[in-house]
């Protein structure tokens, strides 16, 4: 029997996308889609693309229209998703697709977001050690932040092996999907087309403890992160240029193994094979993080990166893998490695 | 019991959405696929999208290699097609995606193309009346080129209803992946971002007789073809805007009627709901055409809109279409009309 | 002694290149600039692009703020030049890069913009029959729409020549620019990059009447347009492809006679050599138009393309190259041929 | 009297710009062009954006034809500018655009390029400590590369101020328009829009050694240098993300104090108001680095950033601010800070 999913916030992009990916999930019966300013009108008016699902019209926001799923998927704006899932009941699997419930330090909400702490979920990335374990069974899954999940995969093989000092530098664009759907001058096709322009440079990004928190969880110690998101020129992809110190004696061959050793079994977090560099055109649509490594001997750094597709691997994409994993069914039911291009 | 496919020219990205589409399909086991110049090769180092085929390795393009499938897609360069497919027994189902058998006129071929005739195979456009019978149980398929289909499907309806004059303006842009992956300078990255190109101008390119074909017979008398191609500023999709003269007394309400008829029961050609117009943007990587049409009172002109990704119903969602009817599948089986978007 | 100019509606696209090209004009000394939203703020925080001017502050824009000056260009809204022009006084060069003063038939401009006609001033597109004489001398100015610059350019020397019947069909792309600097959702750069997209489809857009105005002129008879405009995935430009049937008995030598006749001593409308096809990106920050022209002897019809850069010869340097007639300085100071590539 | 220049590359895109700046410049007179393949042709055949020198026609590559100019610009392949050079003759200046003259040491040379060193000229980053000294009156000039530019002067204010470790981290991206006009197949648009790309990652890419010097003669101490490229999808444009750790004490207020002080008087390298981020969208066309700085307390990093075009300020705007310092001319003439957006 078809598991029955809601989707809160089906107008924007990770709502979109999540919808566009659950129509190829054959265990997924896709019910109640919700909007806010557009509750009431046509999905077909606000997502052109999904065909499918031209003629399903939005409810609004409302926990009574998220009642009766077995599935809810929020893709709230950060601080609503508290408010709706307590409502929904402790059966119901609810995947939190915002930042709520991500973060474990109540200091770290109140700093990079200024509110009260909701709470604190288990964490939607299974390809961090110990992952997998705490989802299984889960009834509430908090997604990773799309820049983190594409750090962390990129950086915990090296901080697992041990391999790194406790400092990374980041650099990471994105794509201005990543930006959302509400309409700013800065988001402008206009202004955004033949620029890269960065933002939230110095530490300020809401995204750092995220990543702090993962790769120090890894690493045994505290990571700190110096954090650089740029807008890229192109609706949608990460690619995160990570690189740390290596410790006195770390080889090529090393930083080799480690990273073949610990993404050996994965679905989705790949390894290229050597001198392959990872590229946000192969991911398009794809819910693969492909990732590379290098050792810069000369400047005494290791340098890993990965990229991903920013609304599937590094949100609805993700959040389905969690899915499915908190559900019981195979891992990779309804997603795919491989990407749309060009 | 799966249907083994073969895939000629699957380096191409032509080929390489076959493989991606193909992937997808329950139907289809992938078999060999072969290469010119990048014969030898794993197929994740000249298709690094496609992940789940990356350890495959290309073999040549020959007739031995190709053997022992039940189909065979033929990717190849223009002129290339007839010599392998007359070597792969009549018993073998053989979906070429060039232009070989495309035109029934051999001296349209001739004009266009400046060699000899190699024959004319059921062509692959189920919309168009009597396509789908000419396809059932069809041993050979002759894919349409990317512009005639979105041509067609825009403009059949008014033809079919006798609603405007046998003469077609047509200008349709496409984007840069239907120029091939072969290295130009005109199709580099650094010519193509931000221009629009026009390009066979006058009269001269090779769709324009396919375009006659296929409207002409809807038609039952010859259409003539205006056809201007533009090359875009995007990687994927065509949009085709077409416009021909009204006949006298041809109401507004006429012209949608006779596309909501035409189009009623088509899970590919769709007709958007009146006032919203078809976007290249929302057909990415789906097999949909999307579809609009107005009548422009003050100059007489229906004008039809239509807009395709030409890799993929334009290309090879369309011959997977095609390979559905001919082999008694459903006919969108493992095909979406839902694109990837943004 | 410099000619003092002032800008309303500084803080958009148009004020913007505007305000670019006369940093490179040698005759003018650049006065008040004017904004609505952005009154008070620097210049550099709206347009980051102009550092030689990112200390001046942006006035309101009140006929005071505007008054001793010399030229005042108007950037505003439509509906807004009238009040502004009427209180600046006869003697001051008032240049209006809105519609308002465009149309000569009040009944166009009531029903395509809804409002009581403000009037007519002479048209700044200089290359039509008598357009120079019509701006030398000049106090007021009505800058042409970019669509109807493109057009009238492409197509005014067939008409001029008698080649054509009066019956144009136009598709012509535009990049984001035209639309404005206000965010809407269609125009974020997540919706428009990859994408082409057409709007105000089947005679509706508000440009039509100024194409059948310009046109009609230079054929002496009425000329019905169909146009259909597109947005592009480009930040600046506009291709413009237009056709009409030939006259019986044109031939290819007569077309392109008549556009090197009509062309020859232009600065800034440039014919091609033949079989060289202008392209938006060859244009892009110029002045120039870039112009070919074909005849299509099967579809017997002329096809003419243009490419210009709708803010530049679209809109602020066509406004100076008329300004320049106006004031008696020579027509090409302050602009240029090349365009910034790639 | 006009300085003549003469210009060896004119088809590729570093000798197009330079070109378009040229055109510009009040005290040129622009003398012969020559090209490798293309010679023989019209510059309009190969550069469609150049209009005013469009009739002009490439001559081969040779010293005669570059003979009898008071400037010659080479815009050649690496390694090639050695045999021209030196038959030009001492009072000729001879403006190398290629890297053969930028390194000082033989060993970098040899090791990041794989043949024997040509020697070194004086730099041409005047902005540099000790820069316009080495300029004036020289007759020999090597331009920096492109990235060089970019992070020099990022870093160079805090090197010169001793604020940070000498172990820098830089990521930065480049236009295509970086990786030449020569066609690839993964320079192709289909390739590059809507990717990013990294490549000659770990320490290999030619341009470390060149920064490591640089920024080495600044600090007065060796500085090792982290360097990735990745190729952005868009023509122009380098962003370069620069960071390393501060000294123990440094604070935001010094930091902002030593960019004011290096960059004051810099008519080309400006730092841009507290709060607003470079973008390479503003500096397209124009001779402008914008520059930002920020102070990590969390992380203990300084992190600059630079936007520049590569092919202006970062090749041919950079060249002729050089040359005018060599000649004795104001260091602005016939350069803007001015950008063309959007």
């Not at 119901?92 to 700093?111: E, Q």
């Not at 299974?126 to 932040?145: D, N």
């Not at 790949?270 to 794809?286: F, H, K």
């Not at 290098?294 to 893998?321: H, M, P």
Request: net charge negative; with cysteine.
């Amino acid at each position: 029997m078809a598991v029955r999913a809601a989707v809160a916030g089906a107008s924007g992009y990770a709502g979109g996308e999540l919808l566009r990916l659950l129509l190829g999930h054959p265990g997924i019966e896709i019910g109640t889609l919700t909007g806010h300013a557009n509750a009431g009108q046509r999905l077909g008016a606000v997502q052109p693309h999904l065909l499918p699902l031209a003629d399903r019209v939005l409810a609004p926001t409302t926990a009574d229209a998220l009642a009766g799923h077995d599935v809810v998927f929020l893709a709230l704006p950060h601080g609503e998703s508290a408010a709706v899932a307590e409502r929904l009941g402790p059966d119901v699997l609810v995947v939190d697709m915002g930042a709520d419930f991500r973060l474990a330090d109540p200091a770290d909400w109140r700093r990079f977001y200024g509110s009260e702490h909701a709470g604190t979920w288990p964490y939607g990335l299974p390809e961090l050690p110990g992952g997998r374990a705490a989802l299984e069974g889960s009834k509430r899954i908090a997604v990773p932040g799309c820049y983190p999940t594409a750090v962390s995969l990129a950086l915990f093989p090296a901080y697992a092996a041990g391999l790194v000092e406790p400092e990374a530098v980041i650099v990471a664009a994105s794509g201005t999907s990543g930006a959302g759907k509400s309409p700013k001058p800065h988001l402008l096709g206009s202004e955004v087309m033949g620029s890269l322009s960065p933002y939230g440079v110095g530490g300020v990004h809401r995204h750092t403890p995220e990543m702090s928190q993962s790769l120090g969880a890894v690493a045994g110690e505290p990571v700190t992160v110096s954090f650089t998101p740029v807008l890229a020129p192109m609706p949608r992809g990460i690619l995160a240029t990570c690189s740390a110190r290596a410790r006195d004696g770390v080889s090529a061959e090393a930083v080799r193994a480690a990273y073949e050793k610990a993404l050996a079994d994965e679905p989705f977090a790949r390894l290229l094979p050597a001198g392959q560099w990872p590229a946000t055109g192969s991911v398009y649509g794809s819910n693969a993080a492909q990732i590379q490594v290098a050792l810069d001997e000369s400047a005494g750094r290791i340098v890993a990166i990965s990229a991903i597709d920013n609304l599937a691997k590094g949100t609805a994409g993700g959040a389905i893998q969690s899915m499915n994993i908190a559900l019981g069914l195979p891992e990779e039911t309804g997603l795919t490695t491989a990407g749309v291009a060009p």
